[in-house]
């Protein structure tokens, strides 16, 4: 259901209060000059005030409650009334020149999944946005998310949109911000990720809220956010203070072997790497050196790379195989089946029956 904006009159212009101060010196025949010997406030100062180029302040509205006759408050509110309407013409017209960067954001997707409200009129729509970023406007955006257009200018494969990577990185933020975490242990990870890499057997119901458990307990919050169309985004990682790192997963493949690779992927970055940099997996990845290392650190993390190494040696690979090798390893099959598909010992389209596949609830 649309949200209607409230039926309250808006002015598209603003009367300064100098227009009306101008109507009452010549409704009473006094002068400029007048009006300063009057109020002690020099003849050039009045002339400002009648072009709107100064500001009715306390002290002068009581010195023309006393030389006019008309309240002070009454002079304030002029001025505060002008200040606020002209301030509204000045963002209207900001929001219509901004209009354009909303087209960049997937507002559909986000309204279905409850993260906007709907509104007919769009620059209503922008203001909703610029709410769910918590900005103030547009031009904040780059502030907010300085690295985005740098990592996404040249995408190889689709068309992305670094604002609805933002929307996306954002709705982490923002659910992350509900997960009680202790503050970030090194160690304390460490041996988090070996207790969840028992979970890889498990369905979603189990593994989801054990996962976020155990990184909570050593300050990391793991969030899962859906893709949004134009992000082409897996997984993301950063730090939201030097105590807090969040882990965001979109399930964009829906495979295990995808799932778990991208988790501990991004395990390693922070375990591995620095608290001030974002590492995206999807973008063109511009530290392909650390990138590099996040995945060694998840293939050997799932797989020790000795023994699957052995393992491929082994041929011909079957189902049965797989399935006892994965079992000897402690990890889901399809674990195994993705490792082997990516070496390039199993073709692309080979037992992907043995990989387990996710829904989101909204799908």
């Keep these: 259901m649309d949200k209607q904006v409230t039926n309250e009159y808006q002015p598209n212009y603003a009367v300064s209060p100098g227009e009306v101060l101008s109507a009452e010196l010549e409704m009473r025949g006094m002068t400029q000059l007048e009006l300063s010997r009057r109020t002690g406030i020099t003849p050039k100062h009045i002339n400002s005030i009648l072009q709107a180029k100064s500001s009715i302040t306390s002290e002068t509205a009581i010195k023309f409650e006393r030389a006019i006759g008309m309240p002070a408050e009454y002079w304030l509110n002029l001025e505060s009334n002008y200040q606020e309407i002209l301030a509204r013409l000045q963002e209207e017209s900001q929001l219509d020149r901004d209009l354009a960067w909303l087209s960049h954001i997937p507002v559909a997707p986000m309204i279905k999944m409850g993260w906007l409200t709907k509104f007919k009129d769009p620059k209503a729509q922008l203001v909703e946005v610029l709410r769910y970023f918590g900005i103030a406007s547009v031009g904040q955006w780059e502030e907010m998310w300085p690295s985005l257009d740098v990592a996404y200018r040249q995408h190889s494969h689709h068309e992305v949109y670094p604002e609805a990577v933002s929307a996306w990185l954002r709705r982490g933020e923002i659910e992350a911000a509900m997960i009680h975490c202790v503050p970030y242990d090194k160690t304390a990870f460490r041996a988090a990720l070996d207790e969840i890499r028992k979970l890889t057997i498990e369905a979603p119901e189990v593994f989801v809220p054990k996962m976020q458990e155990l990184c909570a307990n050593a300050g990391v919050a793991v969030v899962f956010v859906p893709a949004l169309p134009k992000t082409g985004v897996s997984g993301a990682t950063r730090w939201l203070n030097s105590n807090k790192a969040i882990i965001q997963l979109s399930l964009r493949y829906k495979t295990d072997d995808h799932l778990w690779f991208t988790f501990f992927h991004e395990a390693g970055h922070i375990l591995l790497h620095g608290k001030k940099e974002l590492f995206l997996e999807g973008s063109n990845g511009l530290n392909a050196e650390k990138e590099d290392e996040a995945n060694k650190f998840a293939q050997e993390e799932l797989i020790p790379r000795g023994e699957f190494s052995r393992f491929c040696q082994i041929k011909p690979l079957s189902k049965v195989l ?18 082997l598909q990516h070496a390039g010992f199993l073709p692309a389209m080979h037992c992907n029956d043995l990989k387990q596949s996710f829904r989101w609830n909204h799908e």
């Design 322 to 339: 797989i399935i006892e090798f994965a079992k000897r390893m402690g990890v889901a099959p399809g674990i195994v089946v993705g490792q």
